[in-house]
């Protein structure tokens, strides 16, 4: 037991088996195990980013190819080029309609202030923004998280945006930020 204990508090790696979401076991493919590379028992077990048709990763002319998805620690956001977070989805964007999200491919933005920033920054197609301007109001409309996703397995977040077209489910990917960008 203490010696366990020891190989965990030493960056040991434990072992355990991955899950589907539908609670299956997943095939790890060779090379992608422990040890191998950057991805720890504590972050989600991608191959690859998925492939977003454009934006950072679409390797488009000035557009580095995918991120590498490394970060400082934990829950620290991952730092891109400024390129690539420059060419962020979402970013350039001014109506919701313009930037349909999933959890595969979330809005994306360095923190939370910078997120609630995009919401009331974005509006209907009328011109209205439901939440006024209010970043707190923004924060009311947050229905949770979808796990992981976006181009490196990030935690997404959903907000409900009610518009007079429809609702949108803004998903966003907060801990997308540039290498000089104040994850706030």
Known sequence: MLLCALVAACGGER???AESPDGGQLQVPQG????????SNDE?????????????A?????VPGPPSCEREELLAPYRYSEVAFAARYGGQA???????TTKERPLEAC??????GELVRLTCDD??????GNRRAAHQSRRGNVGPGGQCGAIVDVYVVPC?????????????????????
Not at 127 to 132: A, I, L, M, T, V
């Open 15 to 17: 072992q355990r088996p």
């Open 32 to 39: 992608s195990g422990p040890g191998s590379g950057p991805a």
């Open 44 to 56: 989600p077990i991608s191959s690859s980013p998925p492939d977003t048709g454009s934006g950072p």
């Open 58 to 62: 679409a390797g488009a002319a000035g």
């Open 94 to 100: 001014k109506r919701f309609s313009e930037v349909p």
């Open 111 to 116: 923190g939370l202030g910078t997120s609630l």
């Open 127 to 132: 011109g209205s923004n439901p939440f006024g």
């Open 164 to 184: 007079p077209e429809g609702t949108y489910d803004v998903h966003m990917d907060m801990y997308f930020c540039g290498p000089a960008t104040a994850w706030q």
